[in-house]
């Protein structure tokens, strides 16, 4: 499959507090809101949903198209995706604004404040996406993840116009997106990605109901946390997928851009969709082990064992020939 991933690309700034934000709260004050958190250290790393999913599809062997809007900062950045198969050549380089940054403190419930300056992403909208199709011989799926909101619709849009197959995912762009534009964005879409909280945010905004978001899309796959996946479509599928256990809790900043791109390269596979969100909830699991959503690594041995140790032999015996290149290029 010929697969492309549009969305951002930035860079993370990510803190952690050594407390708890819920302590600092006040109910009846929340009106009024005036906080600052003393952190304990910063980490800044390489982030933006597009170019970690296309990071995640990468060290599963896969070599997926990046479409975003980028600034001239980008160049070492590109040469880091580009290491693991990422294919870079489409993206759009701004000659004034620079690469989005993501900044984002954590407490020790793994709570999260974060703020995301869009830079370059904000003419994300200069991308034609039926110019790419084209210009690759066509594309099988695309991801359209949270970007500029005009981009998010262009991108839809070209794709019902060329018959592509996509994947909608709103994420942090919802707040950001009216009750149209959210309608727009995900109706006729092959699968549709949200967590749990997305999914009521979803539901309110559009107006329908989860039965009537199933009559819009094919695959509906909502993230429970540590509850682990349900998918549910309009033929009747109801799969529940529990999470693969960590083996040490870090950051989960990037964990649901990892299952994505697990859940991708299962797609690419052809595996069932049981294993694709196994594969991606072991995916997540390994960042969530690390800071930074790009700084993760497998080895071939340790994910297949890891794999069976959570889901058993069944899923390793459908995806280990497809994984060859698993961590390295």
Known sequence: MQIAITGSVATDHLMTFPGLFNDSLMADQLHNVSLSFLVDDLQIRRGGVAANICFGIGVLGGQPLLVAAVGKDFADYQAWLQEYGVVCDHVHVSKTAHTARFMCTTDQE???????????????????????????????????????????????????????????????????????????????????????????????????????????????????????????????????????????????TGVGDAFRAGFISGLNWGVSLEHCAQVGSLLATYVIETVGTQEFGLERSDFLDRLTEAYGSGVVDEIQEHVTHVGSR
């Open 110 to 252: 793994q709570n999260q404040i974060a703020s995301f300056y869009p830079g370059a992403m904000s003419e994300s909208s200069e991308l034609d996406l039926q110019a790419i199709a084209e210009a690759v011989g066509g594309l099988d799926l695309v991801l359209i993840g949270a970007d500029d909101p005009a981009a998010m619709i262009a991108h839809t849009q070209a794709c019902r116009s060329a018959g592509i197959d996509f994947i909608a995912d709103p994420s942090q762009q919802l707040p950001r997106l009216s009750p149209e534009q959210t309608r727009e964005i995900i109706d006729g879409a092959a699968y549709l990605f949200n967590n749990e909280y997305e999914a009521t945010l979803i539901e309110t905004r559009t107006g329908w109901t989860h039965e009537d978001i199933l009559q819009r899309v094919g695959v509906r796959v909502t993230t429970l946390g540590k509850n682990g996946v349900h998918i549910t479509s309009r033929d009747g599928l109801d799969i529940r997928v529990p999470v693969a256990q960590e083996r040490v809790i870090k950051d989960p």
